[in-house]
């Protein structure tokens, strides 16, 4: 079945620096893969998403890319803010299937 | 529009008792997911249910069991506690059954005494 591994468990950036978290998946017939940002004593909550047919999406200080032939895709986050701190999930899935889940990178934003 | 509800926020039981956690989705969702997220372990996959049948279902013992209601919302229950189900217990809904977009509800912080 489908494996995700997600690096790095601690991520501690200054304040107006990028964070780049990565995931790998181990299922080729992988085709979404999402993001979700989790803050203290709330849900995660997705914050963007790809498909495997696009290999670049954007939102305004966040993108994401995708390497379907390493099969790993990445979350960037520009122009870091005390308010991205969180803990980052990503998560990949066959689309109807059940999503499979990194185990979480903690991103500390330094003032 | 209204987000997922999870009732109750916080629970706190003794070992040996069972609980019954609720979900209510985003109004139109058809999709229920249920998480067990303890620190260092990330999310754990519990069931997933789509218009009253549950489609997965994750390496949980018999204990945990679930069920989704024709208004779609679900309520999982947990038998015979264990201090080792402590945890934040997550719902999440989407729209469909191919489980993009998933919306996640604040949780229920469960604890076993």
């Known amino acids: 079945g489908e494996n995700v591994e997600q690096h790095p468990s601690t991520l501690s950036v200054q304040e107006g620096d990028s964070a780049v978290i990565k995931c790998t998946y181990s299922d080729s017939a992988s085709n979404y893969f999402p993001w979700y940002k989790q803050e203290l004593g709330k849900g995660p909550q997705l914050i963007i998403d790809i498909r495997s047919n696009v290999g670049e999406k954007k939102d305004q200080r966040i993108a994401v890319t995708l390497n379907k032939t390493a099969k790993h895709f990445s979350l960037h986050i520009t122009e870091t803010q005390p308010e991205d701190s969180a803990v980052y999930f990503c998560?990949?899935?066959?689309?109807?299937?059940?999503?499979?889940w990194g185990a979480g990178t903690k991103l500390i934003i330094k003032p | 529009k209204a987000g997922v509800t999870q009732t109750p926020r916080y629970l706190i039981k003794t070992r040996g008792q069972q609980v019954t956690l609720s979900c209510s989705p985003i109004s139109g969702h058809r999709s229920v997911s249920w998480y067990q997220q303890t620190p260092g372990q990330g999310l754990q996959f519990l069931f997933e249910?789509?218009?009253?049948?549950?489609?997965n279902k994750g390496n949980f013992p018999g204990r945990f069991s679930g069920r989704q209601f024709s208004n779609s919302r679900s309520e999982m229950n947990v038998s015979t506690l264990e201090l080792g189900d402590s945890a934040l217990y997550l719902c999440?809904?989407?729209?469909?059954?191919?489980?993009?977009?998933?919306?996640f509800g604040q949780g229920t912080r469960l604890t076993v005494v």
């Open positions: 999440a809904s989407s729209f469909n059954q191919k489980n993009t977009e998933a919306f």
């Open positions: 998560a990949a899935s066959i689309e109807d299937y059940q999503l499979i």
């Open positions: 249910y789509f218009s009253e049948t549950q489609r």
